[in-house]
Antibody, heavy 119, light 108 residues
Framework: QVRLQQWGAGLLKPSETLSLTCGVS????????WTWIRQPPGKGLEWIGE???????NFNPSLKSRVTMSVDTSKNQFSLNVNSVTAADTAVYYC?????????????WGEGTTVTVSS | EIVLTQSPGTLSLSPGERATLSCRAS???????LVWYQQRPGQAPRLLIY???SRATGIPDRFSGSGSGTDFTLTISRLEPEDFAVYYC?????????FGQGTKLEIK
């Protein structure tokens, strides 16, 4: 059974860098687009971007200038960095298993990491 | 960017009733690329419907999806207590793969 476990710092100051990692267990890492999504308090979902096992990426233009993603296939992990954070980046961040071949959906999600940006 | 508009914002119904949730896209979305998720309080979203009408593994058959072009619908035939949650549509037709703002289904 595939499982995503995520971790990273939950409290940041403005201008710092948000760093989260998601570990994949119980399933092959290859072929999928591994995805990050966030949800500000009391609001809806925002797609941040995705990365495949070759390191190919696709980002939301709203965050593109501040976002990097990386993948470590030897550890079955992928990571998200968002630099120069502000209070507007306060949200629950989710990792998810995304599209694969002709299957376009996110079917397995991490539990979410609450990130708060505050001085 | 494709904008998805969900309606109503909140839907108040009783267990046993039928729920109809709408998702309208600002431009045509292929049915292959329209997805529905359910999110219960404090939980991660859960995949319900993909390809506009295909139920994900383990999803009860009271959930159904339909629609094409710019108008899509999620129907819950007979509401169970556990169905009261927030529902999101998402499109994978063009990046960024946007979500609707959600419909909250609450107990009347």
């Amino acid at each position: 059974q595939v499982r995503l476990q995520q971790w990273g710092a939950g409290l940041l100051k403005p201008s710092e860098t948000l760093s989260l990692t998601c570990g994949v267990s119980g399933w092959s890492f290859s072929g999928y687009y591994w995805t990050w999504i966030r949800q500000p308090p009391g609001k809806g979902l925002e797609w941040i971007g995705e990365i495949n096992d070759s390191g190919g990426t696709n980002f939301n233009p709203s965050l593109k200038s501040r976002v990097t993603m990386s993948v470590d296939t030897s550890k079955n992990q992928f990571s998200l960095n968002v630099n120069s954070v502000t209070a507007a980046d306060t949200a629950v961040y989710y990792c998810a298993r995304g599209r694969y071949g002709l299957d376009y959906y996110m079917d397995v999600w991490g539990e979410g990491t609450t990130v708060t940006v505050s001085s | 960017e494709i904008v998805l508009t969900q309606s109503p914002g909140t839907l108040s119904l009783s267990p046993g009733e039928r729920a109809t949730l709408s998702c309208r896209a600002s431009q045509r979305v292929s049915t292959r690329y329209l997805v529905w998720y359910q999110q219960r309080p404090g939980q991660a979203p859960r995949l319900l419907i993909y390809g506009a009408s295909s139920r994900a593994t383990g999803i009860p058959d009271r959930f159904s999806g339909s629609g094409s072009g710019t108008d899509f619908t999620l129907t819950i035939s007979r509401l169970e207590p556990e169905d009261f949650a927030v529902y999101y549509c998402q499109q994978y037709d063009s990046s960024p793969y946007s979500f609707g703002q959600g419909t909250k289904l609450e107990i009347k």
